[in-house]
């Protein structure tokens, strides 16, 4: 029987590849010949209702299905031989389909109405694969995955009721239906809905704690999948966005509180969706720019060397006994070279290096950024520093795993099986390939100038960082400091303390439903009502069922009563 699981895993995933090429070439034929394809399937009708689905094919939505499909595909074969032996072994290859499936929905969906379907269908699926493993601690992280992806949710279900009174939920004619404050009403509850999804500051700690899910579900969460959704939904919105402070100001702090808390984070996962969660924060800010192009550039390019990252970590936590934290970690790359070669390319393309995949999208938009006119100081300093940051952490966790010895632990083998590693090699290609291709493609010739200052900042900015990385950040130890760095410390290691008030601003409302739920549904409300009614009927049943209840006595009875109403007639 495992081996007609693991054929269906492949046949899925061959499927999806397969899907992603065609995806992929369409894309190209659209951008060339500047065309779009909307497609209105009529379901079925209601009297005079008509039930409709209409689905957008432009060259942006076709590029991020099939960039979508590669990437499921690639999980697909290498879950294969990662969840080898799992005794749930099809519900999860089901669970990343499903992923799939509502992340397709949700691109190809002009319609609010549609896009909330895709919409509940990845929060669904995400808490379902959150607590796939049974115990306490992902039962806690997919309650607080659930919980901030329903604000995400109730925010679409209010744009859609507001959208009802104009007739309509086709996005591309928002600005010609409605007036300024009704966009601005939208707008805000759309903006709302894509922070959550995307985890923004103040609903950043759910993304961390959906560690707990499998790496495969993490490799596709964190990269193409559910925290992108966010991120797509803004461009689709991009005409009403334009260029917001507020949503820069977010954007930025949350590149920040990522960035640091990285820095001090322990468990390799963690540290990998921290990084997630600052790319997000980049995103953000260049939608908050008007760079619509480049920020759907940078998170098509980051889908593809993030996915690469968690599949590396993958393997290194599956071979060295489920084990991931950092601090029990090393010698990586004596035991697993392959996988060593491939989590530092990915690494080095998430920080930017030079003719690496993330170069070419994160150089372009600071770039952008800079020759923007009128810079605010403090707003640079914060970007360029938060990004900065993103160099720091990869440093520290590639010293940590490839140079750090662990003794006789080092000669322990990883076991590089070569289902896993065929996918992660194709990978590894289209993460060093795919951005050169997508930028000499998509991006006109840019003449590029800064000023000194700028130059010189920037310079600054890489000595102070490389100081703090090489004798400050080494440890994450507190011993010998005071009282008040300590609390410091923990300030920044906590996410700025977002997973408590996040847990706790719940709490409330869940004791409330617990007592409204044992005092009434349990209480007088079941008393005088469900079961209440059942009693009564029953028992006012039992007094009508005598009469059912033919005896000879009743027989006599009844002629005896029949008589004496003859004699009185």
Not at 218 to 228: A, E, K, M, R, Y
Not at 325 to 331: I, M, N, S, Y
Not at 402 to 410: I, R
């Amino acid at each position: 029987m495992m081996k007609i699981y693991i054929k269906i895993s492949l046949v899925l995933g061959s499927m999806l590849g397969f899907l992603s090429l065609i995806s992929l070439c369409t894309s190209l034929i659209f951008f060339c010949l500047k065309k779009s394809l909307f497609i209105e399937w009529s379901i079925f009708f209601i009297n005079s209702v008509e039930v409709t689905a209409l689905f957008l094919l432009d060259w942006m939505s076709l590029s991020f299905a099939g960039l979508v499909m590669f990437i499921s595909s690639i999980v697909m074969h290498y879950l294969t031989g990662y969840m080898k032996g799992d005794i749930n072994y099809v519900r999860f290859t089901w669970l990343v389909y499903l992923f799939v499936l509502s992340m397709i929905l949700l691109i190809t969906s002009p319609n609010m109405i549609s896009i909330l379907l895709g919409w509940d269908g990845l929060g669904l699926v995400s808490y379902c694969s959150v607590i796939y493993y049974q115990n306490v601690k992902s039962a806690n992280a997919g309650m607080l995955t659930i919980l901030m992806n329903r604000v995400g949710d109730v925010a679409i279900l209010l744009a859609i009721s507001w959208m009802f009174n104009y007739g309509g939920w086709n996005i591309f004619y928002l600005p010609y239906l409605f007036s300024q404050k009704e966009l601005f009403v939208i707008l805000l509850l759309v903006t709302l809905a894509a922070m959550t999804k995307s985890a923004q500051v103040p609903f950043s700690a759910w993304l961390p704690a959906a560690m707990a899910a499998p790496t495969p579900v993490s490799s596709l969460v964190h990269s193409s999948t559910l925290v992108t959704a966010g991120v797509y939904l803004l461009i689709r919105f991009s005409e009403l966005v334009g260029i917001s402070l507020v949503l820069l100001v977010i954007s930025v702090l949350t590149m920040m509180i990522s960035g640091l808390n990285a820095i001090f984070e322990t468990d390799m996962k963690k540290v990998i969706a921290l990084s997630t969660l600052s790319q997000l924060g980049v995103m953000f800010m260049t939608i908050s720019l008007g760079l619509i192009e480049m920020a759907f550039f940078h998170m098509l390019s980051h889908a593809l060397f993030k996915s690469l990252l968690f599949l590396c970590a993958g393997v290194v936590i599956r071979g060295s006994g489920d084990i991931q934290d950092v601090r029990d970690l090393g010698g990586v790359s004596s035991s697993s070279p392959v996988t060593s070669l491939y989590f530092l390319v990915s690494s080095l393309s998430l920080c930017g290096f030079p003719y690496l995949s993330g170069f070419y999208s994160k150089d372009i938009l600071l770039e952008m950024y800079l020759m923007g006119g009128q810079i605010n100081t403090l707003a640079l300093l914060v970007v360029m520093t938060s990004i900065l940051l993103t160099g720091v952490y990869s440093t520290k966790l590639a010293l940590i795993l490839f140079v750090k010895p662990l003794g006789l632990k080092t000669t322990n083998s990883v076991n590089e099986e070569e289902i896993m590693c065929y996918p992660m090699s194709l990978l590894f290609l289209v993460s060093i390939f795919g951005g050169s291709m997508m930028f000499w493609w998509f991006t006109p010739t840019l003449m590029v100038y800064f000023t000194l200052l700028i130059k010189m900042m920037l310079l600054f900015l890489v000595v102070t960082l490389t100081f703090l990385t090489m004798n400050i950040l080494s440890s994450t130890t507190c011993k010998g400091w005071g009282v008040l760095e300590e609390k410091l410390v923990l300030f920044v290691t906590g996410m700025f303390y977002l997973p408590v008030y996040s847990s706790e601003t719940w709490m409330p409302l869940l004791r409330f439903g617990k007592i409204t739920l044992k005092n009434l549904d349990h209480g007088w409300v079941e008393y005088m009502g469900g079961q209440g009614l059942m009693n009564f009927y029953k028992n006012k049943s039992l007094n009508v069922d005598i009469w059912n209840f033919l005896n000879l006595k009743l027989y006599l009875f009844m002629f005896f009563i029949l008589f004496v109403f003859i004699l009185l007639v």
